[in-house]
Each structure stands twice: as structure tokens, then as C-alpha cells.
């Protein structure tokens, strides 16, 4: 997944969380580093479609940032708090996202199943969110997120 940002701005009132970042991230596997506060955050919930920019144009794959549904489809998101539902079993969980994608019954099912065997949990997909120890959430947080 290819990333351009360009004059990227964003503020919260007066406080400027990101200021006119520019940069191109080719194909690969990165991570992003930086001190509390630097807005590594901010950016990141940017780039998932979840905070507006200020200013400034972001492009994944070509697609512009504004074209949320098409950028929802290609990219997953998991921040750093976020919990599983823990009466949901996970392929209740899986399919609640799916059906938030607006995704039909059909593919939804088709690709639950074949994302829990890629990450094997086909055996814990009827146990419910709070009945995993933490790893096992871990594991749930970062299939959900695909």
C-alpha cells in the first residue's frame, strides 16, 4: 500500500496536533515512532478515516482520503485501547464489522471463515470475547482488524 500526504495539518483549536507534514511512503512495512504528543496518533487516525484532516491531501493507493468508503475497504485499524465485545462470540464479532462495512451476508460469511482458518481460530470462533485470556483478545483485536 502505497501513501502520499501533502501539507498535512491538523489542529484542535489553537493546539496544532500536525504540522505541515509531507511525505511519501512506498510499499512496504513501516513503523512510526515519535515522543508523547508528537501526533503519531492523530496521523494514524487520519489515515483511517476517523479524524479529518485541518488542511493538506492524503492518498492511499490512489485514492483520495475524502473517499472514506473506498479507504475503509483496503486499509484495517487497530489502536492501542480498543476491546473486543465480550458477550459477542468471535464470529459474531467478525460479522458485526462486516455488516458495518456493509458487506452481504454471502461474501461476509465466506470471508469469516476463511480469515479465521489464515489466522487460526477456527476453533475459538464460538467462544465469547470476555472467555479469552488477554492473549487470546490480542489475537481476536488484530483479526477484527483485518
Not at 483520495?64 to 465480550?86: A, H, N, T, V
Not at 464470529?91 to 455488516?99: N, P, S, V
Not at 465466506?110 to 482458518?117: G, P
Amino acid at each position: 500500500m502505497e501513501i502520499r500526504i501533502e501539507g498535512l495539518n491538523k489542529k484542535y483549536g489553537k493546539q496544532c496536533a500536525l504540522k505541515d507534514i509531507s511525505l511519501h511512503i512506498p510499499v512496504g512495512m513501516y513503523g512510526l515512532l515519535g515522543e508523547n504528543g508528537a501526533g503519531k496518533t492523530t496521523l494514524m487516525r487520519i489515515l483511517a478515516t476517523l479524524l479529518e484532516p485541518s488542511t493538506g491531501t492524503i492518498e492511499i493507493n490512489g485514492i483520495d482520503i475524502k473517499r472514506k468508503k473506498e479507504i475503509r475497504k483496503i486499509i484495517g485499524y487497530l489502536p492501542q485501547e480498543f476491546s473486543i465485545y465480550p458477550n459477542m462470540t468471535v464470529y459474531q464479532a467478525l460479522d458485526y464489522l462486516g455488516i458495518l462495512a456493509e458487506l452481504p451476508k454471502n461474501i461476509r460469511k465466506h470471508r469469516i471463515n476463511e480469515l479465521l482458518k489464515q489466522v487460526n481460530l477456527e476453533q475459538e470462533k464460538n467462544k465469547r470475547g470476555k472467555d479469552h485470556d488477554k492473549a487470546g483478545r490480542i489475537r481476536v483485536q488484530k483479526t477484527m482488524s483485518v
